[in-house]
């Protein structure tokens, strides 16, 4: 595991906050903890893991996923962020079945919903419980490369 800290080498910071996430009423304590050890990181490219975020805003590591599914809900964070620092597989709000086809369209990625239907007569799935797999793909913003299969997850 990575011990990564804000870059030192980068000049003095500013340690001001805005008070602006101390005054958004939807955010509870360990959103606000996350923004600000977030502020405390200069680029994407040097964000910190998740054990880090947890262990710098005194939290565990569920606390700290919950805080970023909130920013990203409250379109506060970018999911891709989200992505970064928690992990396609690691999001607790996806069903086994939705992590399963984001595994397959990940390896795949020009699969059309033609082929995951087909494939579905193999697992046991029907079309339905696919579709269902695509729609809390498409709700938790992990469709957004794959804009064919966004479309049928209406």
Request: aromatic content about 8%; charged content about 25%; overall charge neutral.
């Amino acid at each position: 595991m990575s011990n990564q800290q804000p870059a030192a080498t980068e000049g003095p910071r500013n340690f001001m906050l805005s008070t602006e996430i101390f005054e958004h009423p939807n955010l509870d304590i360990y959103a606000q903890m996350v923004c600000i050890v977030l502020r405390a990181y200069s680029a994407e490219s040097n964000l910190p893991t998740l054990k880090d975020l947890a262990r710098q805003g005194r939290m565990n590591p569920k606390q700290a996923t919950r805080a970023l599914q909130s920013l990203v809900e409250l379109k506060i964070l970018p999911h891709k962020l989200f992505r970064q620092i928690v992990g396609d597989f690691s999001d607790d709000r996806l069903s086994w079945a939705a992590k399963g086809v984001l595994a397959y369209c990940k390896d795949h990625p020009q699969v059309g919903l033609k082929e995951l239907l087909e494939l579905s007569s193999q697992s046991g799935d029907d079309e339905h419980s696919i579709r269902k797999a695509l729609r809390e793909l498409k709700r938790y913003g992990y469709l957004e490369e794959f804009t064919e299969l966004r479309q049928y997850a209406n």
